[in-house]
C-alpha cells in the first residue's frame, strides 16, 4: 500500500509564504502525476496544482504567479511553494499521487489573516 503524509501547513498574514510537502511511502512502483487539492468551508474541492514525473506543472488560474509545485523523484516526495498568500487561499490542502489509482493525504490546514 501506497501512503502520503502531508506537512507544512499553519497560520500566516496575508502576503505572507508557506510550503508543503508530501512524501509517499509504501509498496511504490512508480508514481504517475502528483499535486494538491485544497477544500475552502462550504465549498467544493478544487485543483490547485499538479506536476507529472517529468516535471511538467499546471496551476489553477486563482494560485498561477504566485504557487510553484515541484517534486523529487528520488524522494517520492512533491513540494507546494506559496507566496503572496491571500486571505481566500485559506483552506484544507490535500495533497495526492496516481499509482495506478488516487491515494490521498491526510489534508493540512492553511490559514490566512487579513
Known amino acids: 500500500q501506497v501512503q502520503l503524509v502531508e506537512s507544512g501547513g499553519g497560520l500566516v498574514q496575508a502576503g505572507g509564504s508557506l510550503r508543503l510537502s508530501c512524501g509517499a511511502s509504501?509498496?511504490?512502483?512508480?508514481?504517475?502525476?502528483m499535486g494538491w487539492y485544497r477544500q475552502a468551508p462550504g465549498r467544493q474541492r478544487e485543483l490547485v496544482a499538479t506536476?507529472?514525473?517529468?516535471?511538467?506543472?499546471n496551476y489553477a488560474d486563482s494560485v498561477k504567479g504566485r504557487f510553484t509545485i515541484s517534486r523529487d523523484n528520488a524522494k517520492n516526495t512533491a513540494y507546494l511553494q506559496m507566496n503572496s498568500l491571500k486571505p481566500e487561499d485559506t483552506a484544507v490542502y490535500y495533497c495526492y499521487c496516481r499509482v495506478g489509482v488516487m491515494i490521498w493525504g491526510q489534508g493540512t490546514q492553511v490559514t490566512v489573516s487579513s
Open positions: 506536476i507529472t514525473p517529468g516535471g511538467t506543472a
Open positions: 509504501g509498496r511504490i512502483l512508480s508514481i504517475n502525476s
